[in-house]
């Protein structure tokens, strides 16, 4: 499975969602709808920054899995969403080892 970091911004119809809900019945969504997509919620954390207010690392089967989750949390409108693929560190390591031929531009 991949790895995916989660970010959110709550829009003002969101706000109000999460002000009558609260963050541990959020918590508790959020783990059900990856768990349905057969993945795997590692951490849901709130911010409330410039940028976002949820972060959430979660293991999802692959990227079409996580492109259908995020296009349906988005069309809510609760939740402005954005999904980056992240690795491990040993990912990065097995990225290191793999052979590519590349000419920069103006060589």
Known sequence: MAKFLLKSSY??????GLSKD???KRAEIVR????NLGGRMESLHFGFDEQHDTYVVCELPN???????AIAIRVTGGLETRITPI????EV????????VY????R
């Open 11 to 16: 829009t003002v119809e969101g706000l109000r």
């Open 22 to 24: 609260g963050g541990t």
């Open 32 to 35: 059900a709808m990856i768990e």
């Open 63 to 69: 990227h079409e899995t996580a492109a259908a989750m």
């Open 87 to 90: 690795l491990t560190a040993e």
């Open 93 to 100: 390591d097995e990225a290191t080892r793999i052979r590519v």
């Open 103 to 106: 000419e920069p531009p103006g």
